[in-house]
């Protein structure tokens, strides 16, 4: 696999290195002894598969409080997602900066999401798949999430939204509580 950081600190683009034959490639999209040499959470508690029928879906923009933070490395298996992470981690030197790229079924690339950040992506084509190994157990209770439009983030999208879930259009905007 091929890491390649961010200027989100922690995210990572991880890119496959494929073997290639006449058959086609054989490739590593996950590797416990390669994510801890990259200093990234190995820890594999769920995988979960995301459809979405329409272009132009988002979803996020989500995290899990401490405790039960996640780590997600996020893949599309099919069609095409900009995929984005947002830095809510106090402290940090890229607190609510954001990083997005591309991952598409053809450009075969996943982002590693650190703990701390909130996720969220839009789909670019119709009938979009998306692939989740996660860090941690599901925890509705911890889950907390930020807009996908909020000025105190400044996302820059590549294009309109046409479906969103109401608790995902209404998160109020981010502050000092
Ligand atoms: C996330 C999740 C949801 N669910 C259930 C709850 C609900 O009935 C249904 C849909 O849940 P949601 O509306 O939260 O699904 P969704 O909005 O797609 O949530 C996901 O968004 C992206 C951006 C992420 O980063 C994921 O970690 C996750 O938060 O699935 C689980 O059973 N396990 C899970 O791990």
Known sequence: MIFQEA???GVFEISLERKVDERGFFAR?????EFEQHGLNSNLAQCSVSFNSKKGTLRGM??????????KLVRCTKGAIYD???????GSTTF???TGTELT?????????????AHGFLTLEDETEVFYQISEPYHPESA???RWNDPAFGIVWPGPVAVISDRDLIYPD????
């Not at 999209?29 to 002894?33: A, D, E, H, P």
Request: net charge positive.
């Open 174 to 177: 981010f502050g000092p509580t």
């Open 62 to 71: 989500h995290y899990q409080l401490d405790g039960y933070a996640e780590a």
């Open 96 to 98: 609510k900066q954001w």
């Open 7 to 9: 200027a989100l600190g």
């Open 84 to 90: 984005v992470a947002v830095d809510m981690r106090p």
């Open 105 to 117: 079924a053809t450009n075969q690339r996943a982002l590693y999401i650190p703990e701390g950040c």
């Open 144 to 146: 907390r999430g930020v």
């Open 29 to 33: 999209s996950w590797c416990r002894q």
